[in-house]
């Protein structure tokens, strides 16, 4: 054993050192499966409805679609690889599936983290019911690459995130009741987490283009959604809302996204400083 050979000094200088950072609830005392994360994630910030189908955002960018008391939203990705090289300062992109958050105040979300700490790379699952603190799943490992499915549903007052890493077999489930939760939207995203020193909205990690549904993960079914009048792909509901992340002062880089393709539930969502 180390602490055999080296003694407990010895032992505990081997153990990682864990920096600073700015969520100060985050924690290593992980369970087997979690741990509070160094960011969260939330709310459509900054939103400005264009009123023809298109919105702008400073932290999001994908796609919403409006209803009332949506029951499930799933959806699939590709994990999309961070380009860290020449970054100044650690910068985040996450790909998610939710309900709330376009038009309420909380979140029911599930998703991947592509993140550059500095110039070093790093990915993680997730879950949030927001505002509560979103936490790293652990028992889930994703790399670059990885086809990942995630659904989010609502059943008997309790919302459910599921995640699986269809690459590797992995998966995770985590069941909530989120107060005040509207279900008025379901969400497709590809975000700007939050938060700086001041508040604002992290720079956008350069992810290059990320695909989300049948087209990028030949993952069938996803990319849907179901509420009290609708249940299908994105393009069957009356009114998609297609979002653009574009630039804040703490968040220059901007993500634009695609139309959708002809089945109604793929997109793609491109980078760019």
Known sequence: MIV???GM???LALMPVIAQVSNPSFSEDATATERIARRQLGPIRDKVDHLDGTSDSTNWSGYAVLGTSFTS???????PAAVCTGVSGDQYAASWVGIDGYSSSTVEQTGTLTECVGTRPSYYAWYEFYPKP???ITS??????NVITATVTYSGSEFTVTIA???TGKSYSKSSRVSGAARSSAEWILEAPCCTSGGGILPLADFGTSGFGLDYTS???TNYATDSSTSGAIAKFASPVQI???ASSSSPQTSTCSILSSDGTSFSCTWAK
């Open 9 to 11: 000094l010895g032992a």
């Open 140 to 145: 889930v490992p994703v790399s670059p690459g």
């Open 244 to 246: 653009t992340k574009i």
């Open 4 to 6: 055999a050979r080296f």
């Open 219 to 221: 993952q069938a079914g």
């Open 134 to 136: 979103m936490y790293e």
């Open 73 to 79: 939203a799933k959806a699939s990705w590709t994990v």
């Open 165 to 167: 890493n269809e690459s």
